[in-house]
């Protein structure tokens, strides 16, 4: 008879898949999907999980990515690959944006955030708010005193500028956002820290930043620069 624990490890081991970089079993959406075009040797990076055609894994690091450039996804594919590891970092990160944009504009239709200064401080002192997230020129909002506290606390990452935030929320500009909804907000941050290291990269020259400091000590950084591409330039250490 098959006990309740075997059950779950055979479902845990039936969703890892193998890193082509690395050679390691990893849960599958803790890795990035790739999708191969034959005809042209082509990979696009399929961060939801929906795309047609075999697909192939890899970690999030620059360096299974380039590992897996050398040959992992070749064999996964028994196919040529034509990509560069800039080039797919920069879709990583492309994607990661769409995902993310989508899933906030869900949200909002949903009636699943909270949107603004006023609203997103209220629901952070009714411990509503699950998940933080503030535009790189919104500095002011960063330094709300329960701003710092998602920020110090893991529950806070800055997302684009006000204008684009503002355009997701059907507004002209929104300088930081709750999200409600445990679901939509730990897709969010694990789609986030998925493309996390490839977003200074795509970014180029490291952004102007101001310093702020949250209630545990550390110092974090608030972007000073308009540059939408360069998104890492503050976030909480690791996004919980």
Known sequence: MTTSDESAKTARKRSERTCAG??????????????????????????AGSGFGR???FHPTPDCVAKSLKG???RVFKSKVVADAKAIGDE???AADRRIEGLLT???RAGQLAVGSDVVVEALREERAELV??????????KLAEVEKAIASGKALAFADKQRLGSLMARDEV???????PGVAAAIAQTYRMSGPFRSALGGAAPTVARVTGDGGSPLEVAGTQDVRSEEAWSSSEVR
Request: proline share 2%.
């Open 92 to 94: 990583i990160v492309k």
């Open 106 to 108: 869900g949200a909002r």
């Open 72 to 74: 992992g996804l070749a």
């Open 22 to 47: 690395c050679g390691k079993h990893t849960a599958a959406d803790e890795l990035v999907r790739v999708v191969h075009d034959p005809s042209s040797g082509d990979v696009a990076v399929d961060l």
């Open 55 to 57: 697909g192939a894994h």
């Open 133 to 142: 997230m503030v535009a790189r020129d919104a500095a002011a909002a960063a």
């Open 175 to 181: 300088a930081v956002v709750a999200i409600l909804h």
